[in-house]
Nanobody, 124 residues
Framework: QVQLVESGGGLARAGDSLRLSCVVS????????MGWVRQAPGPGKEREFV??????????YYGDSMTGRFTMSRDSAKNTIYLQMNNLKPEDTAIYFC???????????????WGRGTKVTVAS
């Protein structure tokens, strides 16, 4: 059974940094993209693609509002990906879900695999 388990969320202030982690078990990550999707609170908020990393090549992709502040990396030995978030803003407040799919379009629309999410709250 494939499991994606996130950690590292919490409460931060605007301008702070947080690092999220996601450990994958039950499956090799080779051939997959691993990444993050976030869901902000409130009505009308759509799910937003944060970023993804192609496991085999290490190529990274980011959502438009994340470029320059968020950085993804992976540790192949630990089957873990990381999301380093710098200069956090209140609008980054969301539940961050680790996700995985074989294609970037899948990652951006409806990933095959999901974690349970970790909550990030950024106070102004």
């Amino acid at each position: 059974q494939v499991q994606l388990v996130e950690s590292g969320g919490g409460l931060a202030r605007a301008g702070d940094s947080l690092r999220l982690s996601c450990v994958v078990s039950g499956r090799s990550s080779s051939g997959y993209l691993m990444g993050w999707v976030r869901q902000a609170p409130g009505p009308g908020k759509e799910r937003e693609f944060v970023g993804a990393i192609q496991w085999d090549s290490g190529t990274t992709y980011y959502g438009d509002s994340m470029t320059g502040r968020f950085t993804m990396s992976r540790d192949s030995a630990k089957n873990t990906i990381y999301l380093q978030m710098n200069n956090l803003k209140p609008e980054d407040t969301a539940i961050y879900f680790c996700a995985s799919d074989r294609t970037l379009s899948g990652m951006k629309t409806n990933p095959i695999f999901w974690g349970r999410g970790t909550k990030v709250t950024v106070a102004s």
